[in-house]
């Protein structure tokens, strides 16, 4: 297992930014994919973005041009600056790392979550 901790949700107005991070502990597994995933109340867990080791990225189609995924191998740690953000972008958001090792073990650890919030 690897543990997630994450930050930087919060409360803002439309139109505004915020920018989460997301920080893999350090472990005998090495990362792979890591990203974001968000849930508003009653619905299912989306995919938000995600990006690989080697910097390719993939985004849902709700936040592209909006939100930019990074990550800094070095650090296990990955970003994600949410532009113009609308009243609809309110979840709670989920970091999560894809991880593996040697031995053929693999799996998908997840942080806590954090509120983000856009009012109107």
């Known amino acids: 297992q690897v543990s997630l901790v994450e930050s930087g949700g919060g409360l803002v107005e439309a139109g505004g930014s915020l920018r989460l991070s997301c920080v893999a502990s350090r472990s005998s597994f090495s990362i792979g994919g890591m990203g974001w995933y968000r849930q508003a109340p009653g619905a299912q867990r989306d995919l938000v973005a995600e990006i690989m080791t080697s910097g390719s990225t993939n985004y849902a189609d709700a936040v592209k041009s909006r939100f930019t995924i990074t990550r800094d191998n070095a650090k296990n740690t990955v970003y994600l600056q949410m532009d113009s953000l609308k009243p609809e972008d309110t979840a709670v958001y989920y970091c999560?790392?894809?991880?593996?090792?040697?031995?053929?073990?693999?799996?998908?650890?997840w942080g806590q979550g954090t509120q983000v919030t856009v009012s109107s």
């Open positions: 999560f790392a894809r991880y593996s090792d040697d031995g053929g073990r693999f799996g998908r650890s």
